[in-house]
């Protein structure tokens, strides 16, 4: 069963409003949890596959490419989702999501055989842990996770609740400027996409600067936008923003991606994956306690703080591996 084949039943499931009401909220909750464990397998495949199509030196442009259509995709979902749904009608929605599900699967059918792959066996412990002992013996992949661990502790002060929180508290605006700084936000990532897509020759040779460049640009204009009260330059930082996340996350991804035998890429990004989910779902716990008892303000601070460690540690990858145009495979044995 597939995201498709949930997202019909709970369709279904608005056509039968006699059924127990508890019975029909437990089922609802339950489809969107399996959605979102399938919705899980989606970035670890797309990432492993992009190395197989995409040659080397051209990684960064097609990571970039990718990354852009993403936020531009979200930018839409964002700001054009709540008002469709209120013209059209919930229903009409969810027929409308069903049938972009439905393209997307028989898009994957485009996708050459050659590229597609196939399991052999079953998976045991051993491949399990393949995934984690690539990431954690090798010393500048330990190194860049721990970075996005840091980044996804700092990635807290982003959910809507923390936001809005600001935008009333600090800069003393309604709702809208909610929408206003997420729809800046998302703008700012998208002209950074482009912005890398025409610079992803120089970013592919200098992988390890762009990391470090992206994280402390974050981390200053974070601070910044901590301690500003006008909603014009909330609005410019947050802009601003985009670009030097797009040039991190674009570039950590690609390091990955030149780094790892092709064949271990979906263990690794699946570890990846579990980390950064549940490292995500404690910021959310501690940033929104840290704004409840000391304040939204210190959130941001805090979260400056630790872009700028995560841009310090990336300073202590051995750089001198990527001085040449195309980044050689870092070998990693492991057993199974």
Request: proline residues 2%; charged residues 15%; positive net charge.
């Given at each position: 069963?597939?995201?498709?084949?949930?997202?019909?039943?709970?369709?279904?499931?608005?056509y039968?409003?006699?059924?127990?009401?508890?019975?029909?909220?437990l089922?609802?909750?339950?489809?969107?949890?399996?959605?979102?464990?399938?919705?899980?397998?989606?970035?670890?495949?797309?990432?492993s596959?992009?190395?197989?199509?995409?040659?080397?030196?051209?990684?960064?442009?097609?990571n970039?490419?990718?990354?852009?259509?993403?936020?531009?995709?979200?930018?839409?979902?964002?700001?054009?989702?709540?008002?469709?749904?209120?013209?059209?009608?919930?229903?009409?929605?969810?027929?409308?999501?069903?049938?972009?599900?439905?393209?997307?699967?028989?898009?994957?059918?485009l996708?050459?055989?050659?590229?597609?792959?196939?399991?052999?066996?079953?998976?045991?412990?051993?491949?399990?842990?393949?995934?984690?002992?690539?990431?954690?013996?090798?010393?500048?992949?330990?190194?860049?996770?721990?970075?996005?661990?840091?980044?996804?502790?700092?990635?807290?002060?982003?959910?809507?609740?923390?936001?809005?929180?600001?935008?009333?508290?600090?800069?003393?605006?309604?709702?809208?400027?909610?929408?206003?700084?997420?729809?800046?936000?998302?703008?700012?990532?998208?002209?950074?996409?482009?912005?890398?897509?025409?610079?992803?020759?120089w970013?592919?040779?200098?992988?390890?600067?762009?990391?470090?460049?992206?994280?402390?640009?974050?981390?200053?204009?974070v601070?910044?936008?901590?301690?500003?009260?006008?909603?014009?330059?909330?609005?410019?930082?947050?802009?601003?923003?985009?670009?030097?996340?797009?040039?991190?996350?674009?570039?950590?991804?690609?390091?990955?991606?030149?780094?790892?035998?092709?064949?271990?890429?979906?263990?690794?990004?699946?570890?990846?994956?579990?980390?950064?989910?549940?490292?995500?779902?404690?910021?959310?716990f501690?940033?929104?306690?840290?704004?409840?008892?000391?304040?939204?303000?210190?959130?941001?601070?805090?979260?400056?703080?630790?872009?700028f460690?995560?841009?310090?540690?990336?300073?202590?990858?051995?750089?001198?591996?990527y001085?040449?145009?195309?980044?050689?495979?870092?070998?990693?044995?492991?057993?199974?």
């Open positions: 069963m597939d995201n498709r084949n949930l997202l019909f039943i709970l369709i279904l499931l608005f039968f409003k006699d059924i127990n009401h508890f019975l029909i909220n089922i609802i909750y339950l489809i969107i949890f399996f959605i979102g464990f399938l919705d899980g397998w989606t970035n670890p495949a797309r990432n596959l992009t190395p197989k199509i995409v040659q080397k030196e051209k990684l960064a442009k097609a970039s490419l990718i990354s852009t259509t993403d936020q531009s995709l979200a930018l839409l979902g964002w700001s054009l989702g709540g008002v469709a749904a209120i013209h059209f009608g919930d229903i009409n929605i969810l027929y409308f999501a069903l049938s972009l599900y439905i393209l997307s699967a028989l898009s994957t059918l996708i050459s055989e050659k590229f597609r792959g196939a399991s052999k066996s079953r998976p045991n412990w051993n491949s399990i842990k393949i995934g984690w002992s690539i990431l954690f013996k090798n010393a500048n992949l330990r190194l860049i996770t721990i970075m996005g661990i840091i980044e996804g502790i700092a990635g807290g002060i982003w959910i809507g609740g923390i936001t809005l929180v600001f935008v009333k508290e600090i800069l003393k605006q309604n709702e809208t400027w909610w929408g206003y700084i997420n729809a800046s936000y998302y703008l700012g990532s998208i002209i950074g996409g482009i912005f890398i897509v025409l610079i992803s020759k970013m592919q040779r200098n992988l390890v600067y762009s990391i470090i460049l992206g994280s402390f640009g974050v981390s200053v204009f601070l910044i936008y901590a301690f500003t009260k006008s909603p014009i330059v909330a609005l410019t930082l947050v802009f601003i923003m985009g670009p030097f996340n797009q040039l991190r996350d674009v570039s950590q991804n690609t390091y990955f991606q030149s780094s790892i035998e092709e064949s271990y890429l979906p263990k690794v990004y699946s570890t990846q994956s579990n980390i950064y989910y549940i490292v995500f779902s404690i910021s959310v501690l940033m929104g306690t840290i704004s409840d008892f000391l304040g939204v303000k210190l959130v941001y601070i805090l979260a400056s703080i630790l872009y460690t995560s841009s310090f540690l990336a300073v202590s990858i051995n750089v001198k591996r001085k040449d145009t195309e980044i050689k495979n870092i070998k990693i044995k492991t057993e199974g």
